[in-house]
C-alpha cells in the first residue's frame, strides 16, 4: 500500500486551469485593512492582477477589488479565508461575464507632427479622449471593460509608449444583487 501511495507521489500532477476571477470584499473603513487583504493573498500565494480600492455610499466601509488568476480549489480557499479577517464585513465572487466591470487608463505617446494627426483617429476609435499634448507627447485617457483596455493597448503598441498607467478593475455584479 505504501508502495502505491508513493507512485502517486511521484506521479507528476495535472495543471488545474486557473480562470481570472474578480473578488470584491466589503470592509470596515480603517488604517490597516487594505495591507492585510493584501497579505492573505501573498502568503496564499496568489498574485494580484489588479487591486482597486473605493468609498461606498456608507462612509465607515470600503470596497476592495481584487483581480486574480486561479484554479477553483485555491479560489475557494482564498474566499474563506478572507471572510475570516475580522475587518472583512462580506466577500463575494464576481462572474466576469455577468458583472459591470470598468478600469481607467492613461497612456502617454511619442509623437511628430505626423502621429499628432493619425493618433486622434485611433483615439477615436475606442472612445480615448486627448487630455495633454506636448510637444513631443500626447496623453490619452480611456475607460472601460478590461478587455476594450487590453484591445486599445493592443492597437497603439505600434506606437512609443512613453507611460502607462491603469487602475484596475472594479466591479459590482448585475441584477438587483447589493453586498450591502
Same mark, same amino acid.
Given at each position: 500500500m505504501t508502495d502505491l501511495i508513493r507512485e502517486a507521489d511521484a506521479m507528476p500532477q495535472q495543471p488545474r @486551469?486557473?480562470?481570472r476571477n474578480i473578488v470584491s470584499l466589503l470592509v470596515?473603513?480603517?488604517s490597516g485593512v487594505l495591507a492585510r487583504v493584501a497579505s492573505l493573498f501573498a502568503r496564499k500565494g496568489?498574485?494580484?492582477d489588479s487591486l482597486t480600492v473605493s468609498a461606498t455610499h456608507d462612509s465607515s466601509i470600503s470596497r476592495i477589488t481584487v483581480t486574480t488568476q486561479a484554479d477553483d480549489i485555491n479560489l475557494k480557499q482564498i474566499l474563506?479565508?478572507?471572510e475570516k479577517l475580522v475587518e472583512v464585513?462580506?466577500?463575494a465572487l464576481l462572474d466576469p461575464d455577468s458583472s459591470s466591470q470598468r @478600469?481607467?487608463?492613461l497612456v502617454k505617446l511619442a509623437i511628430d507632427t505626423h502621429l499628432r494627426e493619425t493618433i486622434p483617429g485611433v483615439a477615436d476609435t475606442y472612445k480615448a479622449e486627448i487630455v495633454d499634448i506636448g510637444e513631443k507627447s500626447m496623453t490619452l485617457e480611456i475607460v472601460?471593460?478590461?478587455?476594450?483596455?487590453d484591445a486599445f493597448v493592443e492597437a497603439i503598441s505600434q506606437y512609443e509608449i512613453l507611460e502607462m498607467?491603469?487602475?484596475?478593475?472594479t466591479a459590482l455584479g448585475h441584477g438587483d444583487e447589493v453586498l450591502h
Open positions: @486551469e486557473k480562470t470596515e473603513n480603517r496568489f498574485n494580484i474563506s479565508q478572507s464585513r462580506k466577500v @478600469e481607467l487608463m472601460g471593460k478590461p478587455t476594450k483596455i498607467c491603469r487602475t484596475g478593475a
